[in-house]
Nanobody, 124 residues
Framework: QVQLAESGGGSVQPGGSLRLSCAVS????????MAWFRQTPGKERQGVAA???????NYADSVKGRFTISQDTSKETLYLQMNSLRPEDTAMYYC??????????????????WGQGTQVTVSS
């Protein structure tokens, strides 16, 4: 069974940085599309950044220039480098995975597997 496990969340001051990680296990092929989504209470889970099997990336307008999505060579770990964090970035961050190649859409329905999330809190 495919399992995803997020880590790296925490509390940080505005302007600070965090790097989130998503460990992938139980997946036997390197072909995948992955993404980071975030959710706050009372709101729909929203796409933050996505990466296709060939490395093509897509970002939400609100994080362009501040966040970077990447994978290690083995594709066993997904990362989200978050810089210049703002209070509005506060949310539970989730890692999603889709089998095979795809356009890295920031839509929930595209992804088949999800982790449990890691909390990011940006405040002074």
């Amino acid at each position: 069974q495919v399992q995803l496990a997020e880590s790296g969340g925490g509390s940080v001051q505005p302007g600070g940085s965090l790097r989130l990680s998503c460990a992938v296990s139980g997946y036997t092929t390197s072909r995948m599309c992955m993404a980071w989504f975030r959710q706050t209470p009372g709101k729909e889970r929203q796409g933050v950044a996505a990466i296709a099997n060939d490395g093509f990336t897509n970002y939400a307008d609100s994080v362009k220039g501040r966040f970077t999505i990447s994978q290690d060579t083995s594709k066993e770990t997904l990362y989200l480098q978050m810089n210049s964090l703002r209070p509005e970035d506060t949310a539970m961050y989730y890692c999603g995975l889709k089998r095979g190649s795809c356009f890295p859409r920031l839509t929930l329905s595209q992804y088949n597997y999800w982790g449990q999330g890691t909390q990011v809190t940006v405040s002074s």
